[in-house]
C-alpha cells in the first residue's frame, strides 16, 4: 500500500504504470478530501483538485486498485461525504472510500478539537443520510476493534451498487460479552466473514473470499463477482491526546513497525513516538 497525494501519479503515466507493475497484492491510498478549493486550502495548504482528477485518470487507465481516503473535519467538509461517495463508485479504479475523522497530528492550524471534531457514529450517521445505497444494517463494527472501525462492502452488478453486509448478521461476528469472534456452528463461514473484516485483506482478496462466501447468502447471485465488482466502505477513528482511550488502543489491529522494529499501535505512533517524543517520555519516565 501506497500513502499518496497523487502528485508524482498526475504528473507521470510512465510512473503510474510501474506502480501498475505491482499488482495484484498492491493499492493505493490517494487523499480526496474534497471537491472544493478552499476546504482542500484548508485541510492540505494547497488547491490539489486538478492534480487529484489527472492522479485518477491515470489510475483508471490502468484499473489500479484505488482507496479514496477523506480526512474529515465537522463543519467543514462532512457535507461532501456522499458526493465523494457517489463519485468514488462510477470510477473503474476505485475500491472504496476510507473516512478519517481528523485528530490533533500533523497539518491542523486550522482544527479546533473542542468543536471541529466528527465521531465515527456521526460519520456513520452522515453517509446513511447522504447517500441512498446504505440502511443503517450495511455499515457494521469491525470484530477486532468495534469502537473506531466500521465497515460495509457493496457489489457493483449490471450499475446498480448492492450492499453485501446487509445480508450478514453482526451478532454473528461478535459476541458482545467477550467483544470477541463468535465460533459457532458454521465454522466455516464464521472464518470467510472474519477474513473478508480483516482491516489487511485488500479489496482483490475480499473479492475471492466473498465469492466463496455468496454460496450462504443465497438472496444475492453474483456468479461474476471478481475485483472490479467490490467496493468497501470503512470508517477509521484514530486517537490523539484529547480522545485518549487505553481500552481502545489495547484492541488496536492497525499496527506499524517503528525505527527499532517493535510492532506498537497505529494510534499511538503520533502520541508516543513520532519525532522526539519517545526520548521525551523516555526522560519523564527516568525523572520521576
Given at each position: 500500500?501506497?500513502?499518496?497525494?497523487?502528485?508524482?501519479?498526475?504528473?507521470?503515466?510512465?510512473?503510474?504504470?510501474?506502480?501498475?507493475?505491482?499488482?495484484?497484492?498492491?493499492?493505493?491510498?490517494?487523499?480526496?478530501?474534497?471537491?472544493?478549493?478552499?476546504?482542500?486550502?484548508?485541510?492540505?495548504?494547497?488547491?490539489?483538485?486538478?492534480?487529484?482528477?489527472?492522479?485518477?485518470?491515470?489510475?483508471?487507465?490502468?484499473?489500479?486498485?484505488?482507496?479514496?481516503?477523506?480526512?474529515?473535519?465537522?463543519?467543514?467538509?462532512?457535507?461532501?461525504?456522499?458526493?465523494?461517495?457517489?463519485y468514488a463508485l462510477k470510477q473503474k479504479c476505485v475500491r472504496?472510500?476510507?473516512?478519517?475523522?481528523?485528530?490533533?497530528?500533523?497539518?491542523?492550524?486550522?482544527?479546533?478539537?473542542?468543536?471541529?471534531?466528527?465521531?465515527?457514529?456521526?460519520?456513520?450517521?452522515?453517509?446513511?443520510?447522504?447517500?441512498?445505497?446504505?440502511?443503517?444494517?450495511?455499515?457494521?463494527?469491525?470484530?477486532?476493534?468495534?469502537?473506531?472501525?466500521?465497515?460495509?462492502?457493496?457489489?457493483?452488478?449490471?450499475?446498480?451498487?448492492?450492499?453485501?453486509?446487509?445480508?450478514?448478521?453482526?451478532?454473528?461476528?461478535?459476541?458482545?460479552?467477550?467483544?470477541?469472534?463468535?465460533?459457532?456452528?458454521?465454522?466455516?463461514?464464521?472464518?470467510?466473514?472474519?477474513?473478508?473484516?480483516?482491516?489487511?485483506?485488500?479489496?482483490?482478496?475480499?473479492?475471492?473470499?466473498?465469492?466463496?462466501?455468496?454460496?450462504?447468502?443465497?438472496?444475492?447471485?453474483?456468479?461474476?463477482?471478481?475485483?472490479?465488482?467490490?467496493?468497501?466502505?470503512?470508517?477509521?477513528?484514530?486517537?490523539?491526546?484529547?480522545?485518549?482511550?487505553?481500552?481502545?488502543?489495547?484492541?488496536?489491529?492497525?499496527?506499524?513497525?517503528?525505527?527499532?522494529?517493535?510492532?506498537?499501535?497505529?494510534?499511538?505512533?503520533?502520541?508516543?513516538?513520532?519525532?522526539?517524543?519517545?526520548?521525551?517520555?523516555?526522560?519523564?519516565?527516568?525523572?520521576?
Amino acid at each position: 500500500m501506497v500513502n499518496t497525494n497523487g502528485i508524482e501519479i498526475a504528473k507521470d503515466f510512465e510512473f503510474a504504470k510501474r506502480l501498475k507493475n505491482y499488482s495484484p497484492d498492491f493499492e493505493i491510498y490517494l487523499q480526496f478530501d474534497s471537491f472544493k478549493e478552499e476546504n482542500l486550502v484548508s485541510l492540505r495548504g494547497a488547491n490539489l483538485k486538478k492534480i487529484r482528477e489527472k492522479a485518477i485518470e491515470h489510475l483508471n487507465q490502468l484499473n489500479l486498485s484505488t482507496t479514496l481516503v477523506v480526512t474529515l473535519q465537522k463543519g467543514l467538509n462532512d457535507s461532501e461525504i456522499g458526493e465523494i461517495v457517489d463519485y468514488a463508485l462510477k470510477q473503474k479504479c476505485v475500491r472504496g472510500v476510507t473516512f478519517q475523522p481528523i485528530q490533533v497530528a500533523g497539518r491542523t492550524e486550522n482544527f479546533n478539537h473542542e468543536n471541529e471534531r466528527i465521531t465515527l457514529t456521526e460519520v456513520r450517521r452522515k453517509i446513511l443520510e447522504q447517500t441512498n445505497i446504505f440502511n443503517q444494517d450495511d455499515l457494521i463494527p469491525v470484530p477486532c476493534n468495534p469502537d473506531s472501525l466500521v465497515m460495509g462492502y457493496v457489489l457493483k452488478l449490471d450499475g446498480k451498487n448492492i450492499p453485501l453486509t446487509r445480508y450478514i448478521n453482526p451478532s454473528d461476528l461478535l459476541d458482545n460479552s467477550k467483544n470477541t469472534i463468535v465460533y459457532e456452528q458454521d465454522e466455516t463461514l464464521h472464518q470467510k466473514m472474519f477474513e473478508i473484516f480483516s482491516t489487511g485483506t485488500s479489496t482483490d482478496k475480499a473479492s475471492s473470499k466473498l465469492h466463496s462466501l455468496l454460496c450462504c447468502l443465497p438472496s444475492v447471485e453474483a456468479p461474476n463477482l471478481s475485483y472490479d465488482n467490490l467496493f468497501r466502505i470503512i470508517i477509521m477513528q484514530f486517537i490523539d491526546a484529547y480522545n485518549f482511550d487505553v481500552r481502545a488502543i489495547k484492541k488496536s489491529c492497525v499496527h506499524i513497525v517503528n525505527k527499532d522494529n517493535k510492532i506498537i499501535p497505529f494510534e499511538t505512533m503520533n502520541i508516543f513516538y513520532r519525532d522526539d517524543k519517545k526520548e521525551y517520555l523516555e526522560k519523564l519516565i527516568t525523572k520521576h
